[in-house]
């Protein structure tokens, strides 16, 4: 074995750990169409769905221990010991068994996507209930396009957010892998991260202000499937 065919191996995992991801997004939105129809024969299913997002939540968390532990062992590795190449294996298992041997699942519940999930389902309970008086009010169709292009866009990338996230303290959005960029940036040059958008007095970003925003995730989706389809 070579370290090129760890490396190699590691990618995979790696990618195994975005595949895990999306599924958790992919049930975040059946739990909230369940939610959004108010059907109450449903809540046992969200309740499924939520379990299903601990399960996912504890396979994400050991992925991603195990890359750590890799890297860790990999990196005190040279291709001139050619000997440790053959104790590399037996180091991984104990080294990942220390790191997970005081993990609980309680802290599950605290992963971000289960997180978003509950305030997603919450949410849409919430906007159900006020659906009817809302439609009362019409906005114009021009009006109402470009306020949804001005939520849809990263005050930092000038795009269309992929992964909307929002900023619970001044409330603003932005897509999750720019302003996590941004933040990881400031931090090397020991310096505070001031939210991206215009007038905005927050000058403390911090990785722990930020939440999974999957309501206006799907908002997004939705509006690039009707462009589509026009």
């Known amino acids: ?30 739990a909230m169409d369940l939610a959004e129809a108010q059907d109450m024969e449903a809540n046992p299913y969200i309740k499924e769905l939520e379990a299903m997002m601990l399960e996912c939540a504890k396979l994400d968390r050991d992925i991603n221990n195990f890359v750590v532990v890799v890297e860790q062992v990999t990196s005190e590795v040279t291709t001139q010991q050619s000997e440790a190449m053959f104790s590399m294996s037996a180091k991984v298992r104990e080294r990942f068994a220390e790191r997970t041997a005081g993990l609980s699942d309680a802290e599950l519940h605290h992963h971000q996507k289960v997180a978003a999930f509950k305030d997603s389902i919450k949410n849409s309970y919430n906007q159900a209930n006020q659906g009817s008086a809302n439609n009362i009010e019409e906005l114009d169709e021009d009006i109402a396009v470009t306020q949804s292009q001005v939520n849809f866009t990263c005050p930092l990338t000038q795009v269309e957010m992929e992964n909307p996230v929002k900023n619970k303290k001044c409330n603003h959005h932005y897509d999750e892998k720019a302003i996590r960029g941004l933040i990881k940036t400031r931090l090397n040059h020991n310096k505070k991260c001031c939210c991206p958008v215009v007038g905005c007095g927050n000058t403390d970003v911090k990785e722990s202000d930020l939440i999974l925003d999957q309501i206006l995730r799907r908002k997004i989706q939705s509006q690039k499937r009707n462009s589509n389809q026009t």
């Open 1 to 30: 074995m070579s370290l090129s065919a760890v490396h190699a191996a590691l990618s995979g995992v790696k990618s195994c750990r975005t595949d895990v991801q999306v599924g958790m997004d992919v049930v975040t939105d059946v």
